[in-house]
């Protein structure tokens, strides 16, 4: 069973459009994390939830709105994408202070 | 605010020779420290981590990592490189506990070994 999974896992649309990155584990963890890899792989925290509240925000664009509708999920809506919003977005969720388990990746191309 | 210093950016060897990627941060207080690794094409998977204790950790694969407090440091070490260690490294850093936990990853090394 896949600990962290992620869907989609390739996206790709138009500049101006919104859309969504689903994210679910199934460990049982307590926080949950939003990842931005870019093209030359350096890796920015953008969001962390601990049991469905917001802990970290990052400074990331007001378009970027996560939601946690429960423990185990945590989304990420993106508005009015930018051609810079291109990357891989990792989700990735621990237990407290320990191990981050990381989801595949959802590769946004943003045209 | 919590920094990550990876300096070496892309480290090329030949299979068998003996790595080093080092790690500094600049947090104060308690952290946990941790390496990843990222091959090519997937996700981020952890390869060893130190919380507290004997200040030289094990991990998978034959790494090690050594904690000075004294430097800041947490450097990756591996006595003998295989092609299959091709990867991206990642040093990180977490402070705080419970409900809060700032975490924050190094810029990452591209480690290419050459067969």
């Known amino acids: 069973d896949t600990a962290v999974s992620q869907t989609p896992k390739y996206l790709v649309t138009q500049m101006g459009n919104d859309k969504s990155i689903k994210c679910e584990q199934n460990l049982g963890h307590d926080t949950m994390y939003w990842y931005k890899q870019d093209s030359k792989k350096f890796l920015k925290i953008m969001f962390s939830y601990n049991n469905k509240e917001l802990i970290i925000n990052e400074t990331v664009p007001n378009r970027f709105s996560p939601k946690s509708p429960d423990k185990a999920h945590l989304n990420l809506h993106i508005n009015s994408l930018e051609l810079g919003d291109s990357a891989v977005y990792f989700c990735?969720?621990?237990?407290?202070?320990?191990?981050?388990?990381f989801g595949p990746g959802t590769r946004l191309t943003v045209l | 605010a919590q920094s990550v210093s990876q300096h070496n950016h892309h480290v090329i060897l030949s299979e068998a020779a003996s790595l080093e990627l080092g790690c500094n941060y600049s947090?104060?207080?308690?952290?946990?420290l941790f390496w990843y690794v990222q091959y090519p094409g997937q996700h981020l998977q952890l390869l060893l981590k130190y919380f507290s204790g004997d200040p030289l950790v094990k991990g998978i694969k034959g790494f090690e990592a050594e904690f000075i407090k004294s430097k800041f440091s947490f450097n990756l070490r591996k006595p003998s490189v295989q092609w299959s260690d091709t990867a991206e490294y990642f040093c990180?850093?977490?402070?705080?506990?419970?409900?809060?936990?700032?975490?924050?990853f190094g810029t990452g090394t591209k480690l290419q070994v050459i067969p």
């Open positions: 990735a969720s621990s237990q407290g202070a320990d191990t981050q388990y």
């Open positions: 990180a850093v977490k402070q705080g506990s419970g409900g809060y936990q700032k975490v924050t």
């Open positions: 947090y104060g207080g308690t952290v946990n």
